[in-house]
């Protein structure tokens, strides 16, 4: 992924499609996720997302509206951040800060902070 946006939007559609490994793909290794889903605060590794993922109907399979949309990104050398708003996904809407780096010439998510709005 040769920008932070392409890597954003690969997540978007991974969640959309229900693509985990094309979701796994996104992050670097040892990254971290904390944030509040449905009023539960949860931290560690990004392997949660990916269970929720592989063991939930994606919104492709439902038919359900998911969107991602992009609000801010900030690349500083070869870090960036960017926040998106995920609406309907498991029927939540959450926003999402990410903190990405450019590692081997990729584009990876080095962190997600996140809360159900």
């Not at 009023?39 to 997302?49: C, H, N, R, V």
């Not at 994606?58 to 995920?86: N, W």
Request: glycine letters at 10%; aromatic letters at 12%; zero cysteines.
């Amino acid at each position: 992924m040769s920008t932070p946006t392409e890597t954003i939007n690969v997540y978007i559609e991974a969640t959309r499609s229900g693509d985990v490994d094309k979701l796994q793909s996104v992050f670097a290794p040892g990254a971290l996720m904390s944030g509040f889903f449905e009023g539960e605060f949860y931290s560690g590794s990004p392997d949660l997302l990916f269970e929720e993922v592989r063991d939930n109907p994606s919104p492709a399979e439902t038919g359900s509206e998911y969107v991602g949309d992009i609000t801010y990104e900030e690349v500083v050398g070869r870090t960036a951040q960017i926040t998106m708003k995920e609406k309907g996904y498991l029927g939540v809407d959450i926003i999402n800060l990410f903190h990405l780096a450019k590692i081997n010439g990729t584009w990876l998510i080095l962190s997600k902070t996140y809360t159900d709005v």
